[in-house]
């Protein structure tokens, strides 16, 4: 589903990815751990370009995502993202927010739009929630709008980018609930979390990453209990 | 005795000043228009990702900042309409090309920093579900960023109201202009200059309360 091949990214003269080599298979939901600063994130952003690659190669569906030619609009539609900080559009409702993008760039009707965006909220039980505006949700309700919103083009792939980290600990549950069925029902997933817990029960692949590089993958068993690197053991003894 | 006072000098001014005080409103109001579509252009040029767009536009917006609004209605008057391209120019359409060009560099910097402050995540989400660049600007930046430009977009009609005040040296018949003609003959110097600042003050208090009302709708 997303190949990787050789992955650079510079910022200026920084060299923040150094040469990432990653194959995520179809339904496969693979979590991406490591210390702030390791180039996780941005790694997660150059699988839907919002960081340009600097080079290497990006394959989603088939599609290389470095080919100029490539309509990256259409191929984003595809790789669904949910940020840390949400950012619902809050001049929109929830509703709104949800089928604003299937109406302009699906071309689906405001009723065919409707009517996805309600079961989806119902998905996430949020469905008493669709005429408010973000402003009157809590963290947790925010995330999980962002989520449907994400799921509302139909996306292939669903990249998640910490989305737990800017939640109150009460409310990390219901959000991560979500995901879980999400990826119960068969969704290609890709996760940077700090949610160890969520990585191990999940995941069935736990990428661990530093200093730009993958340093250590693997079942997440595996990884969790029995580390190889030095630099993944020293992480996991400060978290764990 | 305050009725024979108010009868007299104060109040027979006004009728004369009225027409001042039109022309004064309509300079601002057409000037202001054109004014907002410039600065929307150059606010949007400094923008840019191309590097000639945005030095063409910094250079408008810091040439027009770094001078007197009194040169530059000199300067579009006499200098580049009579003398450069010998165009007879009426003094109100240079009145409103001089507040359009004037006020269009501020709100250049009103749009720009509006826009700027939309929180970049607002653009990645867009991005993110497919939208194009025009796209995320229309549905989700602009609307956001408008509503945080009506505030100081007030603000500059109420000093581009005042700046049309100098437009009497290009002999544009505004508020001051007539003030002047009136007490050149009446010698009611004191009563009508009292009238001129009431009178602005008559459209700049109501407008400052207005948009404190709106600014704590809006919550900006």
Redesign the interface.
């Known amino acids: 589903m997303i190949s990787v091949k050789n992955l650079h990214k510079y910022f200026g003269d920084l060299e923040v990815l150094k040469g990432i080599d990653a194959e995520i298979k179809e339904q496969e939901v693979v979590c991406v751990i490591g210390p702030s600063g390791s180039g996780k994130s941005t790694f997660l952003r150059c699988l839907?370009l919002?960081e340009e690659v600097t080079s290497g190669q990006v394959t989603i569906d088939g599609e290389d995502l470095t080919d100029p030619s490539t309509d990256i609009?259409?191929l984003?539609?595809k790789?669904?993202?949910v940020?840390q900080?949400f950012?619902?559009?809050?001049?929109k409702s929830v509703l709104e927010n949800i089928t604003?993008?299937p109406i302009?760039?699906?071309g689906l009707s405001q009723q065919e739009a409707k009517d996805a965006a309600l079961s989806l909220l119902d998905k996430v039980g949020l469905a008493d929630k669709a005429d408010v505006y973000p402003d009157s949700l809590s963290g947790g309700q925010k995330q999980r709008v962002?989520i449907a919103?994400?799921l509302a083009?139909n996306p292939k792939v669903m990249l998640f980018d910490e989305p737990t980290s800017a939640l109150d600990p009460e409310l990390v549950g219901d959000v991560l609930q979500v995901m879980k069925d999400l990826a119960k029902e068969g969704m290609t997933m890709v996760v940077v979390t700090h949610e160890m817990g969520f990585a191990k029960e999940v995941g069935d692949r736990v990428i661990f990453m530093d200093e730009g590089i993958i340093q250590e993958e693997g079942d997440p068993e595996q990884v969790f209990d029995n580390p190889q690197n030095p630099r993944t053991q020293s992480f996991l003894s400060k978290i764990l | 005795m305050l009725d024979a006072l108010m009868d007299s000098a104060y109040i027979k001014s006004l009728p004369f000043l009225w027409d001042g005080l039109k022309v004064t409103v309509g300079i601002t109001a057409v000037g202001l228009f054109f004014g907002i579509i410039i600065g929307a252009i150059a606010g949007l040029g400094k923008l840019s990702k191309s590097r000639i767009i945005r030095a063409i536009w910094t250079v408008y917006v810091e040439v027009v900042r770094g001078t007197p609004i009194l040169a530059q209605a000199l300067f579009l008057y006499f200098g580049i309409s009579e003398d450069l391209i010998g165009l007879n120019l009426d003094s109100f359409t240079a009145g409103v090309i001089a507040i359009a060009v004037n006020a269009g560099a501020y709100i250049a910097e009103i749009v720009r920093g509006a826009v700027y402050s939309i929180?970049k995540?607002?653009h990645?989400?867009?991005?993110?579900?497919?939208?194009?660049q025009k796209?995320t600007m229309r549905?989700?930046i602009w609307?956001?960023a408008f509503?945080r430009m009506i505030p100081p977009l007030g603000n500059q009609f109420v000093i581009s109201l005042k700046d049309t005040s100098v437009f009497s040296v290009i002999a544009v018949h505004d508020l001051v202009y007539k003030a002047k003609q009136y007490y050149n003959i009446t010698f009611e110097v004191f009563e009508t200059l009292v009238m001129v600042c009431l009178l602005y003050l008559c459209i700049t208090i109501p407008t400052a309360l207005y948009l404190r009302r709106l600014e704590r709708k809006l919550d900006v």
């Open positions: 839907n919002l609009n259409k984003r539609t790789v669904g993202m940020f900080h950012n619902l559009f809050p001049h604003l993008a302009k760039v699906k962002a919103r994400a083009m | 929180d995540g607002q990645e989400a867009g991005r993110s579900l497919g939208l194009s796209q549905y989700i609307p956001q509503k």
